[in-house]
């Protein structure tokens, strides 16, 4: 995967221009982009699954799946949309709303077509750094793009 410049540049500044596996602190030419969860074990191209990492640490993890990573993509799911990077046009929503609900957001239910962050009230449904659909759970009610 050769991801866009604008989106390698986004990630190493959220890093901290460091390696998450060892801290490193990397020049962004030194710096590469480590799927998390690995795209040989159903990881996307999605922000919140592309780290950096220096080259030495990429190497040694491999296609392993680091145990927190459900947690990890939470974590930086929040963050793109925080940063305006994740977005979504669902005119249902306001953009306040959309972070509401982001924010309550405390499981991956699934990584498939798409990736589906849930919480007790909604499921958000993300592909190719949109938030394509949410729904509220236990209504009707559902968005579409």
Do not use: W
């Amino acid at each position: 995967m050769k991801p866009k410049k604008s989106i390698k540049l986004y990630i190493y500044e959220r890093d901290g221009r460091r390696c998450r596996f060892c801290a490193k602190r990397l020049e962004f030419h030194q710096a590469s982009l480590d799927h998390y969860l690995p795209r040989s074990k159903g990881g996307t191209n999605d922000i919140f699954n592309l780290i950096l990492s220096c080259k030495k640490c990429n190497k040694l993890k491999k296609s392993s799946i680091p145990p927190d990573f459900e947690q990890v993509m939470i974590e930086l799911f929040k963050t793109g949309v925080r940063d305006g990077v994740l977005r979504s046009s669902l005119p249902q929503f306001s953009a306040d709303e959309i972070k509401s609900i982001v924010e309550s957001v405390d499981r991956v239910e699934a990584i498939n077509r798409y990736v589906v962050f849930q919480s007790k009230t909604h499921r958000l449904y993300v592909k190719d750094n949109r938030i394509i659909k949410i729904v509220h759970i236990g209504t009707q009610t559902n968005a579409f793009l």
